[in-house]
């Protein structure tokens, strides 16, 4: 590979979230592999960058103008294959902000939004700390594969105001086809729905499969949509905070701005937007790279499993860096089970609980990180499963 995704850089004592919530464990050469960034640098093109910008030591309110525009349109044309316009751009300070505005803008109190479960977690919170209830339609295991339950889907419409569609799916790593997203869109076309697309891990698609973006599907979806993107999870930038909706309806597109500015969300940071810049316009090659890492590293999680617990059933990895794997077979609630890893493997994974009673059982594990690392945390897994 011309890139390197082997080199490991512990982020102990960096205020990293996730490094931070295991506490002394973190000092101890533990790698906590919950939470969705990365254990891997970024291209060297926009470390490169943000040097230059640190560098040059001013750094006032920030605004995007047509460069970030530009950029935009450009990875939304090159690598998705949608043509889109510098005003239908919405700026927020990330996908969480931006749903949790869309919830505000495009609903009222108390009104039903339907989600399609398990789920990333912040979509329950997005609609329950807005005073809005969730109406969950909850996946099916077919042939140990997920899929929609489009009975249920269309039933569960009837008298909500909109959807949160997760697309590639978290934690299950589905991405799903044009002809299933055209039947949700059918779905909630006939029954009054805007369509609230979450696409943020829309550049991490497994070698096999193809991301359709929902508004591509025609003009009739893309009128009825909100699609959100950031380049955090595409190139490791979670903590430079930049986010963009892409609304090509101008009365659904007033709605969003206004309400991010209500918020009081209206100057961005200078580093978020000369990383997405860089990243855009000349980081593709490495975007492809990080693909095949992500997947070697599914297929060694796949292989040690079916080694050492064939029991454990692994969801097929199709996009996302998130492996979603079925640990009831170890006879644990899920509380039980996630107090068992982190005491006695020293493995801080995400718990499928936390993303809705369907996933109660279930672990995620995040790939994005060096194969020594994996390996090492599946050894301890191996070990503590083995000493019960």
Known sequence: MKYDFDSFHPRAGMEAAKWDAIGDDAEKGIVPLSVADME??????II?????????????YTWWNEKYAAAVKHWMHTRHGWDIQSDWIVQTNGVVQGLYAAVRAYTAPEDKVLLITPVYYPFYRAVKLNGRTVVESPLKLVDGRYEIDFEDLDKKAEGCKMLILCNPHNP????????????VGDICLAHGLLVVSDEIHFDIIMPGYKHTSY????????????????????FSLAGLCVGNAIIPDPDLRKKLDDEVNVSGCYSYSIFGLRALETGYMQCADWVDELNEHIWGNYQYFKSFMAQHFPEVWVADLEGTYLC?????????PGEELAKFLQEKAKLYLDDGFIF????????????????????DALERFKAAMESR
Do not use: H
């Open 172 to 183: 299950v790593g589905r991405v799903w086809t044009a002809e299933e997203l055209r039947r």
């Open 356 to 375: 809705g009673p369907a996933g109660d059982g279930f672990e995620r594990i995040n790939l994005a990180c060096t194969r020594q690392v994996l390996a």
């Open 48 to 60: 490169e960058e943000l040097k230059k910008t640190a560098e040059f030591g001013m750094w006032g």
């Open 324 to 332: 979603w794997f079925d640990c009831r077979c170890f006879g644990m």
């Open 40 to 45: 891997l640098l970024s291209p060297p093109q």
């Open 215 to 234: 508004p591509t599907l025609g003009e009739k979806y893309a009128d009825n949509c909100v699609l959100f993107t950031a380049a955090s999870k595409t």
